[in-house]
């Protein structure tokens, strides 16, 4: 189990930050293994699901009760495209993440990453996977940036 802990917690540094596995991953997780390869397939807290690790590429995809730890106490956190206030209704019901709304944009974000969106007031809209790099969310007005996973309110 250390093992395994210490390899989501060097996961999440990789992916949103130093130390962020440290606070995102608490000794009482519930580590799930893919039955076909034993493998880490997702990882659990109270029974809720935290993250899932994509088999893919080995990182992760977040749900949005982990995004929501973030966005809360890990505010030096990478991964966050920030956006309009007046867009925030649209995203938070799953819509997906145009660059002509961005505001703000973490420097290193590449296409393909992980991202968590949220508005200019700090408040978690969605999670998703970028479309562009930084530099073309940037540069692009017109386009799909952020293909949005899960947005806040999709369950109500």
């Known amino acids: ?5 210490d390899r989501l917690c060097s996961i999440a540094d990789y992916q949103f930050g130093k130390n962020v596995g ?3 991953f608490p000794e009482n ?5 893919s039955k076909r390869t034993g493998r880490i397939r997702f990882v659990n807290l ?3 699901r935290l ?3 994509r088999p893919t590429d080995g990182l992760f995809s ?3 009760k982990a995004a929501k730890y973030l966005v809360e106490n890990v505010p030096d956190a990478k991964g966050f495209i920030t956006l309009q206030n007046d867009v925030s209704t649209y995203i938070a019901a799953g819509g997906d993440v145009f660059a002509v709304h961005v505001v703000k944009v973490d420097d290193e974000i590449r296409a393909k990453d992980e991202v968590i969106i949220i508005d200019e007031n700090r408040q978690l809209l969605a999670v998703g ?3 562009l790099s930084t530099p ?5 007005k017109t386009g799909v940036a952020v293909k949005v996973r899960h947005g806040v309110d999709e369950e109500k």
């Open 62 to 64: 977040l749900s949005i």
């Open 129 to 131: 996977r970028a479309i």
């Open 51 to 53: 993250v899932t690790l």
């Open 46 to 48: 109270n029974g809720e």
């Open 136 to 140: 073309e969310i940037r540069a692009f």
């Open 29 to 33: 997780i519930a580590i799930e293994l």
């Open 22 to 24: 440290k606070k995102l």
């Open 1 to 5: 189990m250390k093992k395994q802990l």
